[in-house]
């Protein structure tokens, strides 16, 4: 067991973890931070995305370990003061979700994605997206909600 | 007097509502199955089977057994009198041979990737820590992998059947009387007309929903409590009732949120079973979540036939007849709807078309791989393809417009309802309207003069045009034709409506939805029909023990048939109330009209809104004699028919002739789903199943190697599209309301899956016509399309090559440095 | 999937990770930004006992100028060379090739020096290193020593560092105001390339004066197009010229048949990317 401390939406957390632990595993078992969710063990599928130090990884391909002493947000801790954070706003206005497995995963990779592109075009949109899969969507709301929390300033106020 | 002001002032259907559904979900609130944590909750790992075809000779879970935390090791031989054999619904002849097929494997294996044990610990790392010491050992037999060997009969998927063949199953127009004997048809267009015969490929296919399937089985109190990532939650039910010998009441299942299912959740499985064995041996809760590679590998896949297929025609392009020839392979074993999947393309083959003879055969063999079942349109994509792509070598054939073809022999909007080849009533439909709209925002003229010019300039990027103009029979379906085709279970669903007395409703379906959004759709349903607000409607579904029946979610039928219900049920609910309101207004029940939430007295302003009707039926203080208190009401619905929806789908593919490498240009889908209870919504299944039709045509395929282990066992090889592979669509709609259903809707789920593919590989055949390319085999690959172009490998009609490329098996190298020198 | 257990060791100095890399022995595993290894580890592919994790060295992270090269820390993520300068300026074609490697998450993770000691040979970054000559720094107990690129891809996924050894750090020459570009063949976006072809060109008045093109995927290691880098030399920067050169590029190759494309097929696809890198290096 290694012991870590880390920070993750906001609150302080401090744990006992087998080194081969998954972050995904960590923050969905020990945290009960099940909004965050594990689609493949190649990550390819994007799903466990979430931010550490306030850049974009996949959670399955990080070790619990490897987070002690950083910060992370999941998609619960995007929305701010009971506001929607303005991609997750985009995602339900748009209808860029339906079965939305894949949401929370999309949703933290847009916004990773807006940070580093306020403005960006379509063809930036999907290539930044090409790390997560859906099933659903064919893609097409999603792309217009990232535009839509664009023309909004997402980028600029997250 | 309140309520009235409160309605909405516009009707619900047809508003673009954005969905209920979406709050919990892009929260991180939703509850999928893999979320549950009870206490003492176990944990399962299985152990599969590396060997395709292999018997079983000895398992040593000693070792296993004794590992840290592990509670117990479950064998096929431990559970062999317990665990029964996995039911399919849908045996399509009486003397279809079915194999028996255990949970898990006892003394063979039939496919790689059969569960042969089950490691049951305290952590799911502890029971996949202790499944790598399970020691099994294995004598491989002769594997059945490819279709047309099978065919043979040369080795035996299942040695105890003594064939392969699973039944073979006929439709004749002349035997049926619907039509004439289309040999005879053949024949006289050999004579004297066109006669066009191709044999197509349908890949294998893996639905690949994101939300591994998970079940969690809790078997304390008095029920047994199954969670499971199902599309069908009464159909587990049912089925766990009668395999495993459990009074039906004895279980409730439970569909929570559902990541996804496209058919690869409408599945009764053996991880199912497996679950609620070890939780029953155990006596504690248990959790199995399967990974992504064991999802593509054990969770049963999609289409895989070949398709051989005679068209002839008059000179004039008039179609006089069509005869199908199917093999189809089931995999293993046969699913819960198994062998029935390719018999419901059976009768669209003839699509939207007036052809006068038509034949349908089709014989399913099993083979030695993972199962094959329902995918996303099953049996109609297949059929829609077959036809589209015939459609278009006819018009190829006779040097016409591919659209002017599919006009001169498709059915007139005036011509409906129209009596199909199969003996179908097709109920409405305006194939003109939705062709002529689709050609338009496609731009098809000036594509077909940018193709010229490339053409004529030898543009190393070359531009094809494809066209799709489907229709499908889809909202499984009447009981009736169910029963005639010797499907186990009846297509009706049901629906129930509660009025609470604070005035909300609750509306109970039997469908059970994994991403359509008929939380908002029946919302908006209820909101209209008994005139209460979109929000104060709380939809249900999902849960044996609250929507207690039920026939679930596929084959595009909730709305058209379990929406139905919901209005059935509705209009009980107001017929219950009406004599309530009519006492309480003192006024004669025949004077009262219910319009838009109220009952009034006619020629007064007089009236109460539902909710108070509601509120006085709760208390009860003051009902007519014999009113019963209570407004609740339940309704079945049966369909009389199917639902037609129809399209035109366009498609423009740039060709880089240098490289093989596709690139979508174009896409319009113009379909018609009748009336749209929510346009959103419609939008979205289009899309989705847009990419999913396209993916088939030019990414998907699930592929084997010689030993009959799957290549393509994860994302890094099954080639689901991202977001930088595909377009924004166009796409708009015609209406053309149903008449077997009052709202008039059509199903939408599977119509973009259906229709797309055939566009996509049209347009590809049709970039290629210069370099007198007649087909390319799916998924149409840069290499195939290459070796088209310059005429090597038989056109790129030659099978995908079997393997991966090695990213993190390092043990691999071996392979690929054989794979290198071959 | 979850790994099997090991042993986890996060040094803070290179000395304490070959001293952990030692005790390891043969079963260590070195874990830089994880985005292979763990899909290994956790599809029980590969079962170190002792996991070596190099996120805590800070020295091994950075990019920095040292006169005629520029020296890229094994452990600096694929995002930061990306957005890094230096690698702009002197080195444009690892900036284009990095731009395309894998995903988002992944380039946030995902190392430099991790990927290059990784060495697949379907990598997006083997051929433009090995194109533009870099050198490699190991160190071990013994000390450090350099590999130049042409010794360092010796298989597939096998370099010159030895059991017990780390690549700390990439030594790149400057290629300052040459032209770079990564022409990738996929059929979807996330897939590694089917062939990719790396291209840095230095072009004086139309003429091109020097090339240098690398190939990935068409082997058991990143190749060098030596034969095209020859014929190149002194020709303009024309398509018939280039296509003319870029026809040998499948010489010496020996691609994989696999899923995707057959051996002929990539060779076909070498020489199709290897003109279009070039041109686009080129600027023509």
């Avoid at chain 2, 062709?435 to 010019?453: P, S």
């Amino acid at each position: 067991m290694t012991r870590i401390s880390l920070k993750v939406d906001g609150a302080s957390c401090s744990d006992d973890v087998e080194p081969r632990m998954l972050l995904v595993h960590y923050l969905r078992e020990r945290l009960g931070k099940t909004g965050t969710v594990i689609g493949c063990d190649t990550s390819n599928c994007g799903a466990c995305t979430v931010h550490l130090d306030g850049k974009s990884v996949k959670s399955c391909n990080v070790l619990a370990v490897q987070a002690d002493g950083h910060e992370v947000t999941t998609i619960e801790g995007l929305a701010q003061d009971g506001e929607l954070h303005p991609v997750q706003k985009a995602f339900h206005d748009c209808h860029a979700l339906q079965c939305g497995f894949c949401t929370p995963g999309m949703i933290m990779q847009s916004v990773d994605l807006l940070n580093e592109n306020a403005n960006p075009s379509e063809e930036e949109i999907r290539l930044g997206l090409e790390g997560n899969l859906c099933r659903c969507t064919g893609y097409h709301n999603i792309v217009k909600a990232v535009q839509a929390a664009a023309s909004e300033g997402a980028g600029a106020s997250a | 007097m309140t309520v009235t002001e409160d309605r909405p002032a516009r009707r619900e259907i047809g508003n673009a509502r954005k969905r209920k559904e979406d709050q919990r979900l892009i929260t991180g609130r939703t509850k999928w199955t893999d979320n549950i944590q009870l206490t003492g909750m176990l944990h399962l790992a299985m152990v599969r089977s590396p060997f395709a075809h292999a018997k079983i000779t000895h398992i040593d879970t000693s070792e296993a057994k004794a590992a840290t935390n592990v509670v117990t090791v479950i064998t096929g031989a431990d559970v062999a009198e317990e665990q029964g054999g996995l039911p399919t619904a849908w045996a399509i002849t009486t003397d279809q041979k079915t194999p028996v097929h255990p949970s898990i494997a006892v003394d063979r294996v039939a496919f790689a990737g059969e569960i042969v044990a089950v490691v049951v610990a305290r952590s799911a790392a502890e029971a996949r820590d202790a499944a790598e010491l399970v020691d099994v050992d294995y004598e491989e037999l002769p594997a059945v992998l490819d279709l047309k060997e099978a065919a043979t009969d040369s080795a035996l998927t299942h040695p105890d059947l003594g064939t392969n063949k699973s039944a073979f199953w006929q439709f004749d127009s002349a035997n049926a009387g619907t039509g004439s004997a289309v040999d005879e048809a053949i024949a006289e267009a050999r004579e004297s007309g066109v006669v066009i015969e191709r044999e197509y490929r349908q890949q294998r296919l893996i639905p690949a929903f994101m939300e591994p399937r998970s079940f969690v089985a809790d078997p304390t109190g008095e029920q047994l409590t199954l969670w499971s990532s199902t599309q069908i939650p009464h159909i587990v039910r049912f089925f766990l009732a009668v395999v495993l010998g459990i009074p039906e009441s004895k279980i409730r299942v439970i569909a929570p949120d559902v990541g996804g299912g496209f058919g690869g959740k409408l599945q009764f499985t053996p991880e199912e079973i497996i679950t609620v064995l070890a939780a029953r041996r155990t006596g504690k809760p248990c959790k199995y979540t399967e990974t992504r590679s064991e999802s593509l590998m054990s969770g049963h896949h999609g289409r895989d036939q070949w398709q051989k297929l005679t068209l002839a025609a008059k000179s004039d392009g008039t179609v006089t007849g069509l005869k199908v020839d199917l093999m189809a392979d089931l995999g293993a074993y046969a699913g819960v709807v198994g062998g029935g999947v390719p018999i419901l393309g059976a009768f669209m083959f003839n699509a939207i078309y007036k052809f006068p003879a038509y034949q349908f055969n089709c014989t399913n063999y099993y083979t030695n791989k993972t199962w094959v079942d329902a995918y996303r349109g099953a049996g109609r994509p297949e059929a829609t393809f077959a036809i589209e792509r015939m459609m278009t070598e006819l018009a190829d054939e006779l040097g016409v417009d591919q659209l002017e073809i599919r006009e001169k022999n498709w059915i007139k909007h005036e011509e409906f309802p129209f009596t199909s080849v199969c003996g179908l009533e097709y109920d409405s439909g305006n194939y003109e309207e939705a062709t002529a709209k689709a050609k338009e925002m496609f731009g098809y003229d000036e594509l077909l003069a940018e193709q010229r010019r490339r053409r004529e300039s030898k543009d190393p990027v070359q531009l094809g045009i494809g066209v799709s103009t489907f229709t499908e029979m889809c909202g499984l379906a009447p009981s009736r034709v169910l029963g005639s085709l010797n499907y186990g279970a009846g297509g009706w669903e049901h629906a129930a409506v509660r009025m609470l007395p604070t005035g909300k409703v609750e509306v109970v379906t039997g469908v059970s939805p994994h991403g359509q959004g008929h939380e908002t759709a029946w919302s908006q349903i209820i909101a209209d029909r008994l005139g209460v607000p979109f929000e104060d409607v709380e939809v249900l579904h999902g849960d044996t023990q609250i929507s207690h029946k039920g026939m679930d979610t596929y084959g595009s039928r909730s709305l058209v048939v379990g929406g139905e219900a919901v209005v059935k049920a509705a209009d009980k609910v107001i017929e219950k109330a009406r004599p309530i309101a009519a006492h309480l207004l003192e006024a004669s029940v025949d004077d009262l009209e219910f319009k838009e939430g109220r009952f009034g007295v006619k020629g007064t302003d007089k009236g109460m809104g539902i909710a108070e009707v509601a509120l006085a039926s709760f208390t009860a203080h003051n009902l007519p004699d014999g009113v019963e208190p209570g407004l609740d009401s339940d309704a079945t619905f049966d369909p009389s028919t199917f639902s037609f929806p129809h399209g035109t789908h366009l498609c423009a593919v740039e060709i880089d002739t240098e490289t093989g490498g596709v690139k979508m240009r174009k896409y319009v889908a113009v379909d018609d789903v009748g009336n749209i209870v929510n346009p959103l919504i419609v939008a979205g299944q289009v899309h989705g199943g847009l990419v999913q039709g396209i993916a088939q045509a030019l990414w998907e395929e699930a592929v084997y190697d010689d030993a009959g282990t799957l290549v393509s066992a994860s994302f890094v090889d099954y080639l689901v599209p991202t977001a930088a592979d595909t377009i924004s669509f166009d796409t708009d709609h015609t209406t053309s309301p149903a008449t077997s259903n009052s709202l008039g809707t059509k199903g939408v789920g599977e119509a973009g899956a259906i229709a797309s593919t055939p566009a996509v590989v049209n347009a590809v055949v049709d970039a290629l016509r210069p370099f007198g390319v007649k087909d390319v085999r799916m998924p149409c690959t840069p290499e195939r399309i290459w070796k088209a172009i310059h005429d090597r490998g038989a056109g790129g009609d030659e099978p995908t090559e079997n393997a991966a490329m090695p990213h993190f098996d390092e043990a691999d190298v071996a392979d690929r440095t054989d794979g290198a020198s071959a | 999937m979850i790994p099997a257990q090991f042993e986890y060791v996060a040094p803070t100095t290179v000395e304490e990770a070959l001293t952990a890399l030692a005790e390891g022995g043969e079963d260590a595993k070195v874990l830089a930004g994880g985005q292979s290894l763990l899909p290994v580890l956790r599809m029980r592919l590969n079962v170190p006992s002792v996991v070596v994790d190099l996120g805590r060295i800070d020295s091994l992270r950075g990019v920095r100028d040292d006169g005629d090269a520029i020296v890229v820390g094994a452990m600096t993520t694929h995002s930061d060379v990306f957005h890094d300068p230096l690698v702009r300026e002197h080195a444009a074609v690892l900036t284009e090739a990095i731009e395309q490697l894998a995903d988002p998450q992944v380039r946030h993770r995902g190392t430099f020096g991790g990927a290059l000691a990784h060495a697949d040979p379907a990598g997006d970054l083997g051929a433009p290193v090995l194109a533009l000559g870099a050198t490699f720094t190991i160190a071990g107990q013994g000390g450090t020593r350099t590999v130049e690129a042409d010794d360092f891809f010796e298989d597939l996924f096998t370099t010159a560092v030895q059991e017990g050894e780390l690549l700390t750090e990439i030594r790149i020459p400057k290629y300052t105001g040459w032209g770079g570009h990564y022409e990738k063949f996929v059929r979807v976006a996330h897939q590694w390339p089917i062939v990719a072809v790396a291209a840095a060109v230095k072009v004086d008045g139309g003429t091109i004066t020097e090339a240098r093109v690398g190939l990935t995927n068409m082997g058991s290691t990143p190749l060098r197009a030596r034969s095209v880098e020859q014929a190149l030399a002194g020709q303009p920067a024309t398509d018939e010229a280039v296509r003319a050169a870029a026809a040998s590029a499948a010489e010496g190759t020996n691609p994989p048949s696999d899923l995707n494309g057959d051996a002929d097929y990539r060779r076909h696809l070498a020489t199709v990317l290897t003109r279009r890198a070039v041109l686009a290096a080129a600027g023509a």
